[in-house]
């Protein structure tokens, strides 16, 4: 009964009001009502009777956002790429963190200005096209129609080539997974044409080049038969002229005088 005489008086006075009746710039605390600190700022010290209330800047990645009678600042939030997320906006003291979604994530809690939560967008299956995601809505997957294929990551289906108009033969159909493959036209007879071909071929370079080899080599050596090795040298023909038979000398007197009447029987040269 003392105690709410006390207070009734206190409140006649204006000294302490009640939480419930504090002015809407101030916080209630043990029954008195102390000034706000600003957003940014945190209560380092509640008002007295004689003094208002301290109050110190957030720091070291901590906010306030709004005006109040906050005991402490709160951490800033991270935007973790593990989860998807990235910075949107930088903390401040006065404002948190605002994370959007990384490029190929959605998100999946939004906030006021950003995002809390994201998730990667859905991959779609062989035989399907995708409507790409945003970073608001997931990926769209629909099925491939007849005549048309998709890997999965096509933004639309791809019609299956057509071999008919380009010259080619079939030779695997196209299926809603995948295109259709196709090959260049060969004819039978082509074919053996140029097997037959490659065969003769083989044949006629097999007897040509022993036959050239062997006729090479014949001419080569006859080659060298007429040709004179450079060391080799010839001496010089040396020429005789005939000589006479020497004549044997008359020995008999008889013979000198037959030997002179045959000299004057002879006729003279001059």
């Known amino acids: 009964m003392k105690y709410k005489s006390l207070m009734c008086l206190a409140m006649i006075f204006g000294h302490v009001k009640p939480s419930h009746i504090c002015n809407a710039d101030e916080y209630g605390i043990a029954g008195k009502c102390c000034p706000m600190c600003s957003a940014g700022t945190w209560v380092y010290k509640h008002c007295t009777e004689f003094s208002n209330t301290s109050c ?9 956002d709004q005006p109040g009678g906050f005991p402490v600042c709160t951490p800033c939030t991270n935007c973790v790429p593990d989860s998807g997320l990235m910075d949107k906006q930088s903390c401040t003291p006065s404002s948190d963190t605002v994370c959007e979604p990384l490029e190929g994530f ?8 950003g995002c809390k939560a994201a998730q990667r967008h859905s991959s779609c299956k062989p035989g399907q096209y995708r409507q790409k995601g945003t970073p608001s809505t997931d990926t769209v997957c629909s099925d491939c129609t007849d005549g048309t294929y998709s890997d999965g990551s096509f933004t639309s289906c791809q019609p299956h080539t057509q071999y008919d108009t380009l010259k080619l033969q079939q030779i695997k159909p196209g299926t809603r997974l995948s295109d259709s493959e196709c090959g260049s036209q060969t004819p039978t007879a082509v074919i053996i044409g140029a097997v037959l071909g490659a065969v003769l071929g083989g044949v006629a370079l097999a007897l040509i080049i022993p036959a050239a080899v062997c006729l090479f080599k014949k001419k080569f050596a006859s080659g060298r038969d007429t040709h004179h090795h450079p060391n080799d040298f010839e001496l010089p023909e040396v020429r005789t002229t005939p000589q006479r038979p020497p004549q044997s000398l008359p020995t008999h007197p008889q013979d000198l005088l037959d030997e002179g009447e045959v000299s004057r029987n002879l006729p003279d040269e001059g």
């Not at 110190?56 to 306030?64: A, F, Q, V």
């Not at 959605?106 to 200005?113: A, G, I, V, W």
């Open 56 to 64: 110190e800047p957030c720091t070291n990645s901590t906010y306030t």
């Open 106 to 113: 959605y998100c999946t809690e939004p906030t006021k200005d």
